[in-house]
C-alpha cells in the first residue's frame, strides 16, 4: 500500500511548441490517477500470473500494491492556492473516484502558518476527506509563556495543529513534551515517521560519519513513541531525494533500536489503521492480506 502525494500544478503541455498551451490543475491530478489506475491494474494482473507459476509453497510473491492519492497544500502558498486544491480534491473524491483519500498542509516549515489555512481544511473534513498536517518540524518552545518570538510562535501554530485533530501528523520530531504530555499521550494523533529523511534534515548522523543507525539511535522522538507503544507508522517521505525505500527504512529502525519480527509486525499492522480509508474498501482487505504475508514469513 502507498499513499502518493502531490500538489496540483498548472504545467505546459509541450516545452518544445512555439505556441505554449497550459494543462490546469484538474488535467494534472487526472492525469497522475489514470496512471496509478493502470498500474494497480497491471500489478494485480502480475500478482495472479506469478502465483499461478509458483514453483514451491516457501516462495514468496509481492503482493499487489495499492497506490492511493494524497492532494497536497504547499504552506507556501497563498490561502486561495490551498482553497483552490482543497475544492479539487473534495470534487474528485464525491465523484467517486477512490483513488483521491485525503489532503494535506507540508512545505516549508518556516513559511506561512497552519492557522491561515484552517477554514480550508475545516471544508475538507466537513465533505469527509482525511487530513494529514506536517507539524514539529522546527525548533519549538514548551509553553506560552516561551520569550523568543520563533519558538512561542512554532509552539503555538503546533499547539492549534493539536487541536484541530488532523487524521495524522506528519513529522511531529521536534514537539515540545508539554504537547506531547498534555494532549497527544490522552488523546493520541497517529504519527507518519520518516527515519531518513529526520535524520538527513536534522543532520542526526553528522557527527558519526555519516552513519544512519547512529544517528537514528539520537532521533528526538522515536525512541519514546516506540517505548509508549504510540501510534507511529514508518515511511520514505521522498524516496527519490532520499534514495531509501520502505525496507531500508524498517531496517534501519530494527537496527537503531534491536527490534526484532514482533515489534516490527505490530508496527505494520498497527500502520493499516492509520491509513486514509475514506472509501471504506481498502483497510480491511490490507489487514487481511498483510496478516496472512506475516504468519507465513514467520513460519519459514
Excluded at 497517529?190 to 539511535?217: V, Y
Amino acid at each position: 500500500y502507498v499513499e502518493l502525494r502531490t500538489g496540483p500544478k498548472v504545467l505546459l503541455r509541450d516545452h518544445k511548441s512555439t505556441d505554449p498551451q497550459y494543462c490546469t490543475k484538474k488535467e494534472y491530478v487526472e492525469t497522475i490517477i489514470n496512471i496509478m489506475e493502470e498500474f494497480e491494474r497491471k500489478d494485480q494482473k502480475r500478482y495472479q500470473h506469478e502465483l499461478k507459476e509458483k514453483k514451491t509453497t516457501h516462495e514468496f510473491i509481492r503482493l499487489p500494491l495499492v497506490p492511493r492519492l494524497i492532494v497536497s497544500v504547499d504552506r507556501s502558498g497563498t490561502f486561495d492556492q490551498a482553497t483552490e486544491n482543497i475544492t479539487l480534491a473534495i470534487e474528485m473524491f464525491q465523484s467517486g473516484n477512490n483513488m483521491v483519500v485525503g489532503v494535506e498542509l507540508g512545505g516549508n516549515p518556516t513559511r506561512n502558518d497552519f492557522r491561515v489555512f484552517q477554514p480550508a481544511f475545516e471544508t475538507a473534513r466537513k465533505e469527509g476527506l482525511p487530513i494529514a498536517i506536517h507539524c514539529g518540524e522546527v525548533s519549538m518552545g514548551s509553553n506560552d509563556a516561551e520569550k523568543n518570538p520563533a519558538l512561542l510562535k512554532a509552539y503555538q501554530e503546533a499547539a492549534a495543529i493539536i487541536q484541530f485533530k488532523p487524521d495524522r501528523l506528519g513529522h511531529a520530531l521536534l514537539l515540545s513534551d508539554s504537547l506531547m504530555d498534555t494532549y497527544l499521550q490522552q488523546n493520541p494523533i497517529p504519527i507518519e515517521c520518516c527515519p531518513t529523511s529526520n535524520i538527513m534534515t536534522l543532520e542526526l548522523a553528522l557527527h558519526h560519519n555519516g552513519n544512519l543507525i547512529d544517528g537514528m539511535k539520537i532521533h528526538p522522538q522515536l525512541s519514546k513513541w516506540l517505548e509508549i507503544g504510540y501510534p507511529v507508522s514508518i515511511n520514505t517521505d521522498d524516496s527519490g531525494l532520499f534514495c531509501t525505500n520502505l525496507t531500508k527504512e524498517y531496517l534501519l529502525v530494527a537496527k537503531a533500536y534491536d527490534l526484532g519480527a514482533t515489534e516490527l509486525s505490530d508496527i505494520t499492522m498497527n500502520s493499516i489503521e492509520h491509513i486514509f480509508d475514506p472509501h471504506g474498501e481498502t483497510k480491511s482487505r490490507l489487514k487481511i492480506d498483510v496478516s496472512e504475508r506475516i504468519k507465513k514469513m514467520r513460519a519459514s
